[in-house]
């Protein structure tokens, strides 16, 4: 059988697919792919093959415009941060899911589904694609409930309302959580900002910031807001004048984040 990842984040997809191969020797991983564009090319000029694991939001968007695009109709397993309950419409219609952090046991569990599905079915339905998409743009990014950081030789989860902030220091970006432990997501700040949700706000080109984490506001010179957040950062945060109206009502919880 032939396996095809969709993983943007390189260590995860290894992971998953020594996890895979470990389960059931036989499996041949065809590919590892990182992003819409590579699948998108990929599968222009491969055969499809028997079953795919997909991350559902990769660096340059939702993996669905892969299947919208090349309309592969073969069975797929997504992976995702999103909680169970938001996902039971997956299982309604017979998709199965893993939640990061994944483990062998789900791994295998969503195997064993695979193998069932196809022995009782030969041929899969197509992905009812729209009615997925429509549940995740609807529910918004915000249901991610943690970002994997790689710390030491271990991949962990952090969750969102752990984060203070994420800033931008040099071409890195740092995660601080509110007991200011320092992670790296290695995510730009435009791929965070996609799924970090509303309680988060881009107050500048080098911080994202969450909600819960600002203390207070202040005007500097009338030109620019000064935010005060409750973790120690090197630089000041700031928002400039043409912002500061929509931030004061994302601040109020008036309006999202965008």
């Known amino acids: 059988?032939?396996?095809?990842?969709?993983?943007?984040?390189?260590?995860?997809?290894?992971?998953?697919?020594?996890?895979?191969?470990?389960?059931?020797?036989?499996?041949?991983i065809s590919a590892k792919l990182l992003s819409v564009k590579d699948a998108v090319q990929y599968f222009q000029k491969h055969e499809a093959p028997d079953l795919i694991f997909s991350d559902i939001q990769l660096g340059d968007g939702l993996?669905?415009?892969?299947?919208k695009?090349?309309?592969?109709?073969?069975?797929?397993?997504?992976?995702?941060?999103?909680?169970?309950?938001?996902?039971?419409?997956?299982?309604?219609?017979?998709?199965?899911?893993?939640?990061?952090?994944?483990?062998?046991?789900?791994?295998?569990a969503a195997l064993e589904k695979f193998y069932r599905i196809t022995k009782s079915?030969?041929?899969?339905?197509?992905?009812?694609?729209?009615?997925?998409?429509?549940?995740?743009?609807?529910?918004?990014?915000?249901?991610?409930?943690a970002i994997l950081v790689?710390?030491?030789?271990k991949i962990l989860p952090i969750k969102l309302q752990d984060t203070a902030?994420?800033?931008?220091e040099g071409d890195v970006v740092h995660l601080v959580t509110f007991d200011r432990k320092v992670y790296f997501p290695g995510k730009t700040l435009e791929e965070l900002e996609k799924i970090a949700g509303k309680n988060f706000y881009r107050a500048n080109r080098q911080i994202l910031v969450n909600r819960e984490a600002i203390v207070d506001v202040s005007n500097h010179l009338g030109r620019k807001l000064w935010v005060n957040v409750s973790v120690p950062l090197k630089e000041s945060v700031t928002v400039s004048k043409e912002k500061t109206p929509h931030f004061l009502k994302w601040l109020s919880g008036d309006s999202p984040r965008s």
């Open 69 to 108: 695009a090349t309309k592969i109709n073969v069975p797929v397993i997504f992976c995702t941060a999103y909680d169970e309950h938001a996902l039971t419409a997956f299982g309604a219609n017979g998709i199965d899911y893993l939640l990061k952090p994944f483990t062998s046991s789900s791994v295998g």
């Open 150 to 153: 790689h710390y030491k030789e």
């Open 1 to 28: 059988m032939k396996v095809v990842i969709i993983e943007d984040e390189r260590l995860t997809a290894d992971d998953l697919a020594e996890t895979i191969q470990q389960f059931d020797t036989s499996i041949a």
């Open 63 to 67: 993996s669905f415009e892969i299947f």
């Open 165 to 168: 902030v994420f800033y931008l």
């Open 121 to 145: 079915t030969p041929r899969q339905e197509s992905l009812p694609l729209e009615k997925i998409m429509k549940l995740f743009e609807t529910r918004g990014m915000e249901n991610t409930s």
